[in-house]
């Protein structure tokens, strides 16, 4: 079984785990993924093999222009 965290630098950490009634042993914790998560949201997948991550957008995106109520010029 594995258990997954964010680290105080927002980095998805995961560490193995093995219990028994009597005993708690843990891995070495390892980074799963080096990018930070931006607000602290992740989910995983029941099987622990799939992850949504929230990760900032890129400073220099550009903005998007919606354009509504549009009509093309009849041809005639």
Do not use: C, H
């Not at 029941?46 to 550009?62: C, H, K, V, W, Y």
């Amino acid at each position: 079984m594995e258990l997954f965290y964010l680290s105080p630098e927002r980095r998805v950490m995961a560490v193995s785990v093995q219990s028994d009634p009597t005993t708690f042993r843990g891995s070495v914790p390892r980074v799963l993924f080096d990018e930070p998560v931006s607000d602290g949201s992740y989910d995983v997948s029941r099987d622990g093999q799939r992850f949504l991550i929230n990760t900032p957008l890129p400073e220099a995106s550009a903005p998007i222009q919606i354009i509504v109520n549009w009509r093309p010029e009849k041809k005639d």
